[in-house]
């Protein structure tokens, strides 16, 4: 089994920057990739990006340039670190991680950008 723990979220000013983390712990030794999800308000959940095994990373368009997702490998741990948050970032953060062909997701951790 495996668990994913989220942390880090929290109220920020547009502009402002924010890192939330990613623990995974349990039988981790397989893991293909872990990725961060968001669910907007009143919309559906959409992908922001992940990283590989290998260390590659991909993004979505609406992120790319102003997020990344740095990891360290000793604490198993991943991380999103958010810059130049804007009002639409504001959603509910989920990471997932894939092992196996399997997901395990966290319990997501709230962000909230200001104008």
């Known amino acids: 089994q495996v668990q994913v723990v989220e942390s880090g979220g929290g109220l920020v000013q547009d502009g402002g920057s924010l890192r939330l983390s990613c623990a995974a712990s349990g039988t981790t030794d397989s893991i293909f990739a872990i990725g961060w999800d968001r669910q907007p308000p009143g919309k559906q959940r959409e992908w922001v990006g992940n990283?590989?095994?290998?260390?590659?990373?991909n993004y979505a368009g609406s992120v790319k340039g102003r997020f990344t997702i740095p990891r360290d490998n000793a604490k198993n741990t991943v991380y999103l670190q958010m810059n130049n948050l804007k009002p639409e970032d504001t959603a509910v953060y989920y990471c997932n991680v894939s092992i196996q062909g399997a997901s395990y997701w966290g319990q997501g951790t709230q962000v909230t950008v200001s104008s």
């Open positions: 990283i590989f095994r290998g260390g590659s990373t």
